[in-house]
């Protein structure tokens, strides 16, 4: 059997892979990988910088993002005007090998006639005009909110680019249909990440965990909205963990005895927190692309108890306690509290798991569409 090669243009560095996109792409890497595919990995850097832990990938190469000023000005929408690189094309028209755009972010490549005839292929992890939407309506600054929506106009008219690409990868069944409505060659991938089976632990733990990027707006805004809504109504332990918490969301725990705050925790801490809570909460407001703490949730930790938003447009419901305002996921929570997590629970929630979300059958899905085999 000939080599397989892969190009693979990540819209971030992605290590450490500890935040939504960068795991799926991480991971999606390594699985190749670990099945043979020569995985050229080029990365936009933006304040990440060269990282050793990608050099198990064929080749890794860095860019810089151009972030100036002047970008938002572009006809292309920001995301994608910042991530063009004449060296990145250079570097691809060295060979033929198929190009794996991850997210729109890097299809700017689809415009490059140099390029035309190549095989390229894009993983879409939101319908991107949507997701920009929603962060404008979230916004209360009336300039940031003037920038998601210019940007979400400029997106959506963007997106026609995906009609000249070989194959686009949705990451829910609800992306999908969407996107299936506009384009050929629509296929459903669902996330990379790095559980291969549930570790959740039996039992019963000590307190309700919210984990997420707390420097991302909408996780900032959940973990208000819980401290607001769900946790000022609970007597038990709560805890709010995550990535560069602002000093207006720590002075807000502060303001709760039963709250504490965790920052900027190693993965290996993260995780362990996430099993050891008796119950896992997860909210948002923007029901777009699919969450992968839900899924660091599934596979790790005990109880989940979710809104609809969360599992919107995919199946993880039913493994999932959902609830829709602040009273009744807070009854949902202390009803779980006393509840052990059980052996049977356990082994159900492996088997939904490994049938929706197997990282290996994923990296075969996409090896037998771009390699036929």
């Known amino acids: 059997m000939s080599e397989q090669h892969l190009h693979i243009v990540s819209f971030d560095v992605p290590?450490?892979?500890?935040?939504?996109?960068?795991?799926?792409?991480?991971?999606?890497?390594?699985?190749?990988?670990?099945?043979?595919?020569?995985v050229h990995l080029h990365?936009?850097?933006?304040?990440?910088?060269?990282?050793?832990?990608?050099?198990?990938?064929?080749?890794?190469?860095?860019?810089?993002?151009?972030?100036?000023?002047?970008r938002q000005f572009s006809r292309r929408p920001y995301i994608v005007a910042?991530?063009?690189?004449?060296?990145?094309?250079?570097?691809?028209?060295?060979?033929?090998?198929?190009?794996?755009?991850?997210?729109?972010h890097t299809?700017?490549?689809?415009?490059?006639?140099?390029?035309?005839?190549?095989?390229?292929?894009?993983?879409?992890?939101?319908?991107?005009?949507?997701?920009?939407?929603?962060?404008?309506?979230a916004e209360r600054s009336w300039w940031k909110r003037l920038y998601f929506y210019s940007e979400a106009r400029k997106l959506e008219r963007y997106e026609k680019i995906l009609s000249r690409a070989t194959g686009i990868f949705?990451?829910?069944?609800?992306?999908?249909?969407?996107?299936?409505a506009?384009?050929?060659?629509?296929?459903?991938?669902?996330?990379?990440?790095?559980?291969?089976?549930?570790?959740?632990?039996?039992?019963?733990?000590?307190y309700v965990l919210y984990h997420g990027n707390l420097s991302v707006r909408e996780n900032e805004e959940a973990a208000m909205w819980l401290l607001d809504n769900v946790f000022c109504r609970l007597k038990v332990p709560c805890i709010i963990a995550g990535l560069r918490p602002s000093e207006k969301l720590a002075k807000r725990v502060?303001?709760?005895?039963?709250?504490?705050?965790?920052?900027?925790?190693?993965?290996?801490?993260?995780?362990?927190?996430?099993?050891?809570?008796?119950?896992?909460?997860?909210?948002?407001?923007?029901?777009?692309?699919?969450?992968?703490?839900?899924?660091?949730?599934?596979?790790?930790?005990?109880?989940?108890v979710v809104n609809e938003e969360m599992v919107a447009g995919t199946p993880l419901g039913?493994?999932?306690?959902?609830?829709?305002?602040?009273?009744?996921?807070a009854s949902a929570i202390e009803h779980l509290w006393s509840n052990p997590f059980t052996e049977e629970e356990l082994q159900r929630r492996q088997q939904a798991m490994s049938a929706l979300y197997d990282t290996k059958a994923n990296a075969k899905k996409l090896m037998k569409f771009v390699f036929g085999r």
């Open 82 to 104: 910042s991530r063009y690189s004449e060296q990145l094309v250079k570097e691809l028209l060295k060979d033929d090998y198929p190009v794996l755009c991850e997210g729109l």
């Open 182 to 206: 506009r384009y050929a060659n629509v296929i459903l991938m669902p996330s990379s990440c790095a559980n291969d089976e549930v570790t959740a632990l039996p039992g019963t733990g000590e």
């Open 254 to 304: 502060a303001a709760l005895p039963n709250v504490t705050l965790r920052a900027d925790l190693p993965d290996r801490e993260m995780r362990e927190l996430i099993r050891q809570a008796q119950v896992n909460v997860l909210v948002t407001h923007q029901p777009t692309g699919l969450k992968l703490k839900l899924l660091n949730a599934l596979y790790q930790g005990r109880h989940c």
């Open 43 to 70: 990365c936009f850097e933006y304040g990440r910088g060269e990282q050793e832990a990608l050099n198990f990938c064929h080749e890794v190469h860095y860019y810089k993002r151009d972030t100036s000023l002047w």
């Open 107 to 137: 299809a700017a490549l689809l415009e490059e006639e140099r390029l035309r005839g190549r095989a390229i292929y894009v993983r879409m992890h939101n319908v991107e005009h949507d997701y920009y939407r929603l962060l404008g309506q």
């Open 318 to 329: 039913s493994l999932c306690t959902v609830a829709d305002d602040g009273p009744s996921l």
């Open 15 to 38: 290590w450490p892979a500890n935040y939504g996109g960068v795991i799926d792409v991480f991971h999606r890497a390594r699985t190749l990988t670990e099945m043979g595919v020569k």
């Open 170 to 180: 949705a990451v829910t069944e609800k992306d999908a249909a969407s996107l299936s």
